[in-house]
């Protein structure tokens, strides 16, 4: 059974750094894609990036683009989230979700594409 458990969240200050983890503790780890969403109080979910598996290949929302570096242990079955620079627009609870297999038609960009969603972790940056 999959079941994804993010860490790493906590309270930084504006400018400083944080690495989020996501690991499927259920142990299956057989995905597509895996991705990081985020939601700040009031506001929808929103696509941060993600990276395919077999591949590594990387995509990221142009809010992160250049600070935020996502990454992947095939060795730990973990995904990585590097965030620098952050800002305290950066302060939501940060999700990760993994595809299965995805569709004809659907995009990595959109939560729909997603199969299985962690708990998140809460990020908080102080200006």
């Known amino acids: 059974q999959v079941q994804l458990v993010e860490s790493g969240g906590g309270l930084v200050q504006t400018g400083g750094s944080l690495r989020l983890s996501c690991a499927d503790s259920?142990?299956?780890?057989?995905?597509?894609?895996l991705g990081w969403f985020r939601q700040a109080p009031g506001k929808e979910r929103e696509f941060v990036g993600a990276?395919?598996?077999?591949?590594?290949?990387?995509y990221y929302s142009d809010s992160v683009k250049g600070r935020f570096t996502i990454s992947r242990d095939n060795a730990k079955n973990t995904m990585y989230l590097q965030m620098n620079s952050l800002k305290p627009e950066d302060t939501a609870v940060y999700y990760c979700?993994?595809?299965?297999?995805?569709?004809?038609?659907?995009?990595?960009?959109?939560?729909?594409?997603?199969?299985?969603w962690g708990q998140g972790t809460q990020v908080t940056v102080s200006s």
């Open positions: 979700a993994a595809v299965r297999t995805l569709s004809t038609g659907t995009s990595l960009y959109n939560a729909r594409a997603y199969d299985y």
């Open positions: 259920g142990g299956t780890f057989s995905f597509y894609a």
């Open positions: 990276i395919t598996w077999s591949a590594g290949r990387t």
